[in-house]
């Protein structure tokens, strides 16, 4: 989903590129033949331009934030099993922050709790180098498998409406639950807890 989502937002870039480029012209355009009008045409190309910068990088921020959270709000989640995973391709935004998309494979436990095998990918902070194994929680939607998302974990913890379906995933016997650390910073972060505490108290 997040190769589907970076493939979107490069041409929906391109798109305001384009756009910004032609009300550039259209300010020679206006100046030649409606040079009253041109001073409306030069702020009508500043609003636009502006905007557009800032709703791109709102898109560019929160577009899969915003489907997480929808989401888990909904109670889409399911438990996933990760067994590895491996480095896809590299990526920079438009503040030239750089992520790394991975392509995680594991073993994802519905509403049901069957067993099925899922590859999906993930945006990661660009310091990640290795993916350990262990729990976590996705967002699954069964009419739209491939929207799979790593939740954090604060938000599990923040929706009360989920503490049923965490409660029933670790009280079933068939499902082995080893819990990673999964937060948000600059990308995904996955961690087992030994290394986030062996991290707090090397920088303490």
Not at 44 to 55: G, I, R, T
Not at 188 to 193: D, P
Request: hydrophobic residues 45%.
């Amino acid at each position: 989903m997040q190769v589907y989502i970076a493939k979107t937002l490069n041409k929906v870039l391109l798109l305001f590129s384009l756009v910004i480029i032609a009300l550039f012209a259209g300010i020679f355009i206006v100046r030649q033949f409606y040079p009253e009008y041109a001073r409306w045409q030069i702020l009508f190309f500043v609003c636009a331009s502006v905007f557009l910068a800032v709703f791109f990088r709102y898109l560019e921020e929160n577009w899969d934030k915003k489907i997480i959270g929808r989401m888990a709000k909904d109670g889409k989640i399911a438990l996933m099993n990760i067994k590895g995973g491996k480095r896809l391709m590299a990526m920079r935004d438009t503040s030239f922050r750089n992520y790394w998309i991975y392509e995680f494979d594991g073993i994802l436990y519905n509403s049901r709790h069957e067993a099925l095998e899922k590859k999906f990918q993930e945006k990661m902070n660009r310091e990640t180098e290795h993916i350990p194994s262990g729990s976590v929680y996705v967002t699954y939607d069964e009419l739209k498998p491939a929207q799979i998302f790593i939740i954090p974990n604060a938000m599990i913890g923040s929706l009360p409406n989920l503490m049923k379906t965490v409660e029933d995933y670790e009280k079933d016997s068939r499902i082995e639950v080893k819990y990673l650390d999964a937060h948000y910073n600059k990308g995904m972060v996955l961690k087992t807890f030994s290394e986030t505490m062996k991290d707090y108290k090397d920088k303490k």
